[in-house]
């Protein structure tokens, strides 16, 4: 299994975070890749340092920002090429907890998805989230759920677990955060398995910038029902097997 992290311009908390990943890492997560997304603030280096210290710790690097689609399409690329059976992915930030790792491990390996939710009535808090962002998952997951029937909680969280055998990245082009959408759309189109897993929601900051003009909250939520409407239309013309 192959546990993978992006990251950009997280120099103030990797050292924390991937010593916090170390000392809980389940002996079932075979190797770490961090994929460094054109960090400009000396996250590269932090990273190598690590990986020059740490036993099965990989890092990619990109000479630029490519976007967050970019970072989980390059990780399902690796777990692919490395014969993973499955990957799990998380964030940096101090927004998913290393703690939980061992949970996405107590599920069904031939489950398809296992999505981390931060709004199950289970789900622990600290801190408070952004109103907007809140605001349009829950807008997001309601499209979701009446179009799909399913019961999702949380669209756009981070920490997961594929199994690989289910997945073909190269049918996927949005590298921005849109890519949710775009799997979700894949998911129903191939009928995968999903179940959601609480976990904590963490907000200890809300300074996250979705970069250029995406800030603004109508922008962004016209983004994400553009690109799942494209996704619908891109995988209503392949072949299910």
Known sequence: ??????????AGSLQEVFSEIMHHLPPEIQAIVAIDDG????????LDDLASRTSGLFVRHHTENHGYGCAMIESMQIAIRHSYSHLITMDCDRQHRPEDLSRFLEFDPS??????????????TQGHAPE????????????????????????????????????DPSLFRDTGYAFPMEFWA????????????A?????????????EDLDRRRKRYRYYLETWRAAEKKFAGLTVA
Not at 186 to 197: G, K, N, S, W
Request: charged share 30%; aromatic share 12%.
């Open 132 to 167: 907007d962002r809140v605001e349009i998952n829950a807008r997001i997951t309601r499209k979701l759920n009446r179009k799909y029937g399913w019961n999702l909680t949380d669209s756009f969280c981070g920490f997961k677990r594929y199994r690989m055998e289910s997945i």
């Open 111 to 124: 489950i398809d998805v296992v999505s981390g939710s931060r709004y199950r009535p289970d789900s622990r």
């Open 199 to 211: 976990v904590s929601r963490i907000y200890t900051t809300d300074s996250r910038s979705f970069g």
């Open 39 to 46: 960090s400009t603030d000396g996250s590269a280096d932090i």
């Open 186 to 197: 894949y998911c129903h189109r191939f009928a995968l398995t999903i179940q959601e897993l």
């Open 1 to 10: 299994m192959l546990l993978a992290i992006p990251v950009f311009n997280e």
